[in-house]
């Protein structure tokens, strides 16, 4: 039994405990965030695993004894874990090892920590709740009519909420060892959180949301659409709500207004804020999906029960997703839309406006029109791996690992025509004008066909399989990866333009951002890389993890960027190349715009600001010749230093230290030396210590300038 449960009768769930039978079908994941918001302990069945936020993996325990509960304490160091064979364990996730085990007369059906992760509370099916202090090594217990299905602490460890089976809740100060009954239902609750210090809000299986009063023990009753699973106080008068049937609401205490923020299409087991501002929720499902939202916007999803991610679509207005389940997902405007059709995993996607193509090892093509089933293509003796269609000519393109190349009729949904080749066929990709079609082949060759699939040109582009091909959306010319190598084709010449090279595993999906500039990939160590087209530099890291990256897209008018992996991660992604690529067009505008009225400025013998300038822009080379003129004196180095910024004063420090090399420049630079050393400003410890010799060597050539002219002095007045 675990609290949060999909309103299955409570004595149901404990007859199939009492016969030792499995309950795991109806939880299948327990899940508990640490209370400082940076891991999370997850369990399926026997097995707890702790992970970080980005849903890799620190540490797993096989406990080998089904999991009820979980709770955090001491510091988010140790972990109890209460199971179904009336033990309760605790972990510590830094040394990796079990601590101690309690063993209990009867079945512990929940736990809770308190604030201050000092104190645990055990709820037992006989009624019993015992409270146990580990720094003070005392416990104290209290017996209630009914099993407890929920605990919960208030702000401080001196109170602690109990709901009952039988729906009574009572409150007990462990300081005055005083129980209050202060609300009972006709059903149990589901989830309590206290609005304030005295409001608790409590949501049970009869739909009904109760707003107590621990001092009045009054009670107000607002009737919900669905049952409520759990709650978050967003402020003093709206909470969020996540109901059995995937909703995420808003609801405002005051007016009574509900406001829908996300479906998800099944019951949200449990939601937490991940940010003290909460703008950020964590938010877990009943079929073991994690989603991340900001500002109620989903950011990262992690399908919790190993699901690969296979092939994803990323639409103006949804996200689709194919696993290597037979479901395929679509995320639209905070919904979850579950299109059922397919036998087998999903290997390949493709989408056109409301119409969504999906290939799977079951053989099948299967079209959707506004997530119906509209046809179904049946011909191919193996997965599809590559889809594409032409719906102004009613076209679909498909490749398989049966090494056929089929056209299929979008309106009849049968064969047209079949391209065989003599290789397994793992990519395919219909260029921006949809007249050609790429395919990438096992055996390294690129197939370049007609939209009729006449073969145009077939091109031994690499050594081992191809296993992605993209056209780009401006330019005339496809990209081809294979193990380690990216290759940039010419679809005029077909010779090859450009050769990126990734050190780090074989280069799995490619896709093109909007202008063509940048070239994104996925690879199977774990590497987002993103590849500047037309720059020298060449590849840039996105993102490094352990886990395959099989899916990959590019949303054009979020100018977004989405990655799914082989552990069920996706990420969403801005893309900054085209704010980058504009800054830096803008910047070099502006430094040759500098650049000429440096050339004016000296034309114009204006040598003070032209200094200033010259060291503004970096050229050290042109300061150092107007220093050099008749008009350099101290004044003038004084000045030129007052016109320069705090950051260019250090780095005209590292500047004087180059130009003091040449015994030519020593005089300029001593002068520029005083300047500095006359103004105040801040120097980090390096920068201090080359002033510092920089100044003592100015020092000391005066000390020997000075002893020079005494000798030459006195040898003057000897010779008088």
């Known amino acids: 039994y675990q609290r949060r449960v999909r309103g299955w009768p409570i004595h149901f769930l404990f007859s199939m405990l009492q016969e030792n039978k499995t309950y795991a079908p109806f939880i299948d994941r327990i899940c508990e965030l640490s209370p400082n918001k940076k891991i999370l302990a997850c369990s399926k069945q026997i097995i ?44 510590n996730v830094v040394k990796n090892k079990i601590l101690k085990t309690w063993q209990f007369e009867s079945i512990i059906t929940t736990c809770e920590c308190s604030p201050d992760q000092l104190t645990c509370v055990l709820g037992f099916i006989n009624g019993v709740v015992l409270v146990k202090n580990f720094e003070k090594k005392t416990h104290k217990n209290f017996k209630a009519q009914s099993a407890i299905n929920f605990l919960h602490f208030q702000k401080h460890v001196e109170k602690i909420v109990i709901g009952c089976e039988n729906g009574f809740i009572y409150i007990w100060c462990l300081l005055t060892d005083t129980i209050t009954l202060i609300s009972s239902s006709n059903a149990a609750p589901n989830s309590m959180v206290f609005l304030n210090e005295e409001t608790l809000i409590v949501a049970t299986r009869d739909k009904i949301l109760n707003i107590a009063n621990t001092s009045s023990k009054t009670r107000k009753s607002i009737a919900t659409h669905e049952i409520i699973s759990t709650i978050l106080i967003l402020d003093e008068s709206t909470i969020l709500i996540g109901g059995e049937g995937g909703n995420l609401n808003s609801f405002s205490l005051k007016s009574k207004q509900i406001l829908n923020c996300g479906n998800f299409s099944t019951l949200i087991l ?58 395929v997902r679509v995320y639209k405007k905070k919904k979850c839309i579950i299109l059922k059709g397919h036998t087998d995993s999903i290997v390949s996607l493709y989408n056109v406006g409301n119409i969504i193509f999906s290939g799977s090892k079951d053989k099948n093509l299967i079209v959707w ?108 010319c496809i990209a081809t990866s294979s193990e380690r190598f990216i290759k940039i084709w010419n679809l005029g010449s077909f010779e090859c333009l450009r050769i990126f090279e990734i050190q780090n595993g074989t280069i799995l999906k490619l896709c093109y951002n909007s202008t063509g500039t940048n070239l994104f990939a996925a690879t199977s160590s774990g590497l987002i890389c993103n590849m500047y087209i037309n720059s020298s530099e060449s590849i840039n890291i996105l993102t490094s993890n352990e886990e395959k990256m099989w899916a990959l897209d590019y949303n054009n008018e979020k100018k977004q960027l989405v990655s799914g992996s082989v552990g069920g991660t996706i990420i969403f992604w801005n893309d900054k190349s085209e704010e980058k690529e504009l800054k830096d067009s803008n910047f070099k505008e502006l430094f040759f715009k500098q650049v000429q009225l440096l050339e004016n400025l000296n034309y114009n013998k204006q040598y003070l600001k032209a200094a200033i300038l010259s060291l503004k822009l970096n050229k050290h080379d042109v300061a150092l010749k107007i220093f050099k003129m008749k008009f350099v004196d101290s004044q003038f180095c004084h000045e030129v230093i007052l016109g320069l910024n705090n950051t260019e004063k250090k780095q005209l420090i590292f500047v ?17 030396i005083e300047s500095l050393l006359s103004i105040n400003f801040t120097l980090n410890v390096n920068e201090l210590e080359i002033l510092l010799n920089l100044s003592s060597k100015h020092l000391n050539r005066i000390d020997n300038l000075i002893s020079d002219s005494f000798i030459i002095d006195f040898t003057i007045s000897n010779f008088i």
């Open 656 to 672: 004087l230290e180059k130009w003091l090399i040449n015994k030519k420049n020593v005089y300029i630079s001593q002068i520029l």
């Open 48 to 91: 707890v695993n702790i992970l970080t936020l980005s849903f890799s993996l620190v540490s797993s325990f096989d406990l080998q004894k089904e999991i009820v509960n979980l709770s955090w304490f001491f510091n988010s160091t140790q972990l109890l874990v209460i199971t179904s064979t009336k033990t309760a364990i605790i972990l």
């Open 270 to 327: 449990r939601m937490w804020f991940l940010d003290d501002e909460k703008t950020q929720i964590l938010i877990l499902t009943s079929d073991n999906i994690f989603y991340k939202m900001k500002n109620y916007y989903v950011e990262e999803i992690f399908f919790a029960n190993n699901e690969h991610i296979n092939d994803i679509r990323f639409n103006p207005n949804y996200l689709i997703v194919a696993t290597n389940s037979n479901l």
């Open 369 to 476: 029109r506004n997530f119906q089933l509209f046809g179904i293509c049946r011909g191919h003796k193996s997965t599809i791996t590559g889809i594409a269609a032409n719906i102004e000519k009613n076209l679909i393109y498909t490749c398989s690992s049966d090494k056929q190349i089929i056209l299929w009729d979008l309106k009849e949904f049968d064969c047209k025509k079949v391209f065989i080749h003599y290789k397994e066929l793992n990519c395919l990709c219909l260029s921006p004008n949809k007249k050609l079609i790429g395919v990438g082949a096992q055996d390294g060759n690129l197939i370049l066909l007609d939209q009729n699939i006449n073969l145009k040109k077939q091109i031994k582009a690499h050594k081992k399989s191809i296993w992605s091909v993209a056209f780009s959306p401006l330019e005339k």
